[in-house]
């Protein structure tokens, strides 16, 4: 089957049909002060890579436009008086969508030269100017170009220093071997609920990303000792921004295959004298079209749907408004089997298993600015999630019992405000803070084999705040050296409890093209809302609510980078950190190995008490050759211990050490005839298997089901991982239309990586259980 596939998409990649001319383009966009996005009037905007070149100036608004752009790779150069040169290559312009690009500009640090300071092309570096060390930008054509990104942000973060994919099955991703639950999504400047199909409550991942590429820009993706204004968040964050749609004309995306069929739409509308613009993207899939394709993901049927949108309306003095959202449905169903012989081959076919999980937020920004000096920020939005599962096992006599039954639904509204003051070239802030309203309702039961009932775990209804602050000042005390400094508050009412965080970095830059920084910065997170209301039942039938009055997990971060641009657009980048958590949640009624650091997903029945530890350390190289004639290169390698202390005193390994992980990415793109563009990505993917408890086989055989040796926490380690994803793409321009067929080979080699072990209760025996095999993803998108 997977021949046939292959030799089709084959065949549909040679039969694209050829034309000689060549197409244009409308590129635009708009110039900004970097601090605070005051429109740059008067600047000049240059497209180098056309003979002759050609050029236009920003109007009062900061626009630029430049009509008849030949499609392919172009480069731009945009010069302001007072400010570094901007210089930004491989911007790509297609025939069937105008191409618009905002550019920030940095204010020089010596306005009295007269000559001009050229920035470079600095990808490497974030878009959140504050953020020194640990961060990055990445790109939307990032998420569609790395090879197995297929358009998810956290799948295409898995190619950067320090992040590792723990399961193939799931997005999400441990940082510097912290949990997944350590990272923080935000949108538009606000936090957001995790923003995943198939996501489990108390988890940061899901099987597919709800997001959608056709909405987002240039975001931010930071890995340690983040800047002030981020806050209940351990190990890493998304910063997500959006973009805003076309004001001038309707352009429309259709994408069909394997994993659903898209529709997005844009374009202007009118709002008295102004022009507006909306974005709107739909996505519809049933995963049961891999299953006819041969690939194996089992009997249960999963389908999801998302919705995402940004309509962008521009007031006039008032400023500019924006009112952005996505919402995703996502469900999985699977029929137990009544025939004890099926049961002999996989005991999951005695299992009725219902789960679904919805997500969505929607939220109304403000941006005005109130002098050339000065610029507000205020969003409000609301947010929601409901996670529910359900399984049923059928016993001996084809009876069903209930094993587990959860509901979980938390909503939330989010106030925000942030103020951006730049005094002058030398002195940045910015500060403000936002309030979120939350309220739950959880239910929890589970099947006790040891007392034969269906037990409450969890059962509550109610809300809570959380409150937190933050403001940050940057310092340029010379050319060469840069000071930031700043506080986060984080109040949760719920139970008052509190953190005030410093955070401070230093940068000194010993040319354009070297640097070394020195960042701290600490950090606290609330615990997944409902382990605060876990049950413990007494012998008696009574319970207790132990954990009400949890504190903060918090965690010091160290980091020391060392940033190297070399010709040929090269960049090196090795980064040393130390990381120490303390107060960590740890089993309170008996001294054991349990910690929350070892977890991915779920509300635990446990009594907690914050007398854990916790500490992550290592070091860190990336070699990067950004986009050059069409060949891009990142090799990131990361060496690394994560250990953590539970109440019995004894340091273990954590759940995610795997002691290294290695990825190399890279591609090359071919100027195939006229307007085409034949792409070949790779991503190899090495590191050591996740830590386990080892499976106690006689106290196995005796119980009828895995039991593991607790007082050997995380000692045994999995087989080593191997991953090899390759991808090709063509595109091909016609007139006002561009066309991408893109073939993904998700594990090529169809390697069976192990995932984890069990206890074979038909065998006796303790076997692995492995992650998915050769996954082809197919799809072809029109743009026009």
Do not use: C
Not at 588 to 593: F, L, N
């Amino acid at each position: 089957m997977h021949k046939n596939i292959f030799f089709s998409a084959f065949l549909l990649f040679l039969t694209v049909a050829a034309n000689a001319q060549t197409y244009t383009q409308t590129l635009k966009g708009t110039v900004l002060d970097k601090a605070v996005k005051t429109p740059l009037i008067g600047a000049t905007v240059a497209l180098l890579s056309t003979d002759p070149q050609r050029g236009a100036v920003t109007d009062l608004d900061g626009r630029f436009r430049l009509t008849d752009v030949p499609v392919g790779k172009q480069t731009l150069r945009v010069t302001y008086l007072g400010y570094k040169e901007f210089l930004t290559a491989n911007v790509t312009v297609n025939s069937g969508k105008e191409t618009e690009l905002v550019i920030e500009m940095e204010e020089d640090f010596m306005q009295s030269k007269e000559v001009v300071i050229t920035a470079g092309i600095e990808k490497q570096k974030p878009l959140n100017e504050l953020s020194t060390v640990s961060a990055r930008t990445f790109s939307v054509e990032e998420t569609q170009r790395f090879a197995a990104a297929v358009n998810d942000p956290a799948r295409m973060a898995s190619s950067f220093a320090g992040v590792a994919m723990p399961a193939d099955g799931n997005n999400y991703i441990s940082i510097r071997g912290n949990s997944p639950n350590g990272l923080l999504w935000r949108m538009e400047g606000v936090d957001i609920p995790n923003p995943n199909h198939f996501s489990s409550v108390g988890t940061s991942g899901g099987g597919i990303s709800i997001l959608s590429a056709q909405l987002l820009t240039n975001s931010d993706f930071m890995t340690g000792a983040f800047a002030a204004e981020y806050g209940n968040a351990l190990s890493g964050v998304f910063d997500l921004k959006l973009r805003k749609g076309n004001s001038e004309r309707r352009e429309f995306t259709l994408q069909a295959g394997v994993l659903g069929l898209d529709a997005a739409t844009e374009g202007p509308f009118r709002v008295g004298k102004q022009t507006g613009s909306y974005l709107i993207n739909y996505r519809y899939s049933t995963l049961s079209v891999l299953s006819k394709m041969g690939v194996n993901i089992g009997d249960a049927v999963t389908n999801f749907q998302d919705l995402s949108f940004n309509v962008w309306l521009p007031a006039g003095k008032a400023g500019v408004f924006t009112l952005f959202g996505m919402g995703g449905l996502s469900d999985q169903t699977q029929r137990g089997k009544a025939d004890s012989l099926l049961w002999e081959e996989d005991d999951f076919k005695r299992y009725d298993y219902d789960f679904v999980a919805n997500t969505g937020v929607a939220g109304l920004t403000h941006s005005l600015i109130l002098n050339d000096k000065t610029y507000l920020k205020t969003v409000v939005a609301a947010s929601g999630t409901r996670n529910g599962e359900r399984t049923d096992k059928l016993l001996d006599d084809y009876s069903m019992r209930r094993q587990f039954d959860n509901e979980h639904i938390q909503t939330k509204i989010t106030a925000s405000s942030t103020l951006s003051h730049k005094f002058n070239a030398r002195h940045f802030l910015r500060a403000g803070g936002y309030v979120n309203f939350l309220n739950f309702n959880f239910s929890q039961h589970e099947f006790i084999e040891e007392n034969n009932r269906l037990e409450e775990q969890i059962k509550t209804s109610g809300s809570g705040t959380t409150l937190n602050t933050f403001a940050q000042w940057q310092f340029r005390a010379t050319e060469r050296l840069t000071l930031n400094a700043g506080l986060h508050g984080l109040f949760f009412l719920l139970n008052n409890t509190a953190s005030v965080e410093p955070r401070a970095s230093v940068k000194y830059a010993f040319s354009d093209a070297q640097s070394l920084s020195l960042g701290y910065g600490l950090h606290s997170q609330i615990q997944p809302l409902g382990v605060y209301f876990t049950k413990i039942t007494g012998d008696d039938g009574s319970f207790t609510t132990p954990n009400r009055d949890l504190g903060l997990t918090k965690a010091h971060h160290f980091v020391l980078s060392f940033d190297q641009s070399l010709p040929g657009n090269w960049h090196i980048k090795p980064e040393i950190y130390y990381q120490s958590l303390t107060n960590v949640p740890v089993n309170g009624a008996v001294p054991d190995a349990f910690s929350m650091l070892n977890l991915t997903q779920g509300f635990v029945n446990e009594s907690l008490v914050n007398d854990g530890l916790g500490r992550n350390y290592g070091l860190e190289l990336t070699v990067e050759k950004f986009l050059t004639r069409g060949f891009y290169f990142l090799l990131a390698s990361s060496l690394f211990q994560s250990e953590y202390r539970g109440s019995n005193g004894v340091w273990h390994n954590t759940h995610f050490n795997s002691n290294y992980v290695n990825t190399l990415t890279a591609g090359k793109e071919w100027e195939w005839k006229k307007n085409r563009t034949f792409g070949v990505n790779l991503k190899l993917t090495t590191l050591g298997g996740l830590r386990e408890t080892p499976i106690d086989l006689d106290a196995s055989r005796e119980k009828g089901e895995t039991v593991r040796d607790d007082s050997r926490a995380f000692e045994e380690r999995m087989p080593a991982y191997f991953r090899l994803d390759t991808g090709v793409r063509l595109k091909r321009n016609y007139r006002a239309l561009t066309t991408t067929l893109s073939l993904d080979l998700q594990n090529t080699t169809n390697r069976q990586n192990v995932f984890g072990r069990y206890y074979n209760e038909k065998k006796g025996t303790i076997e692995y259980y492995y992650q998915t095999p050769l996954i082809p993803v197919l799809s072809y998108k029109l743009e026009f």
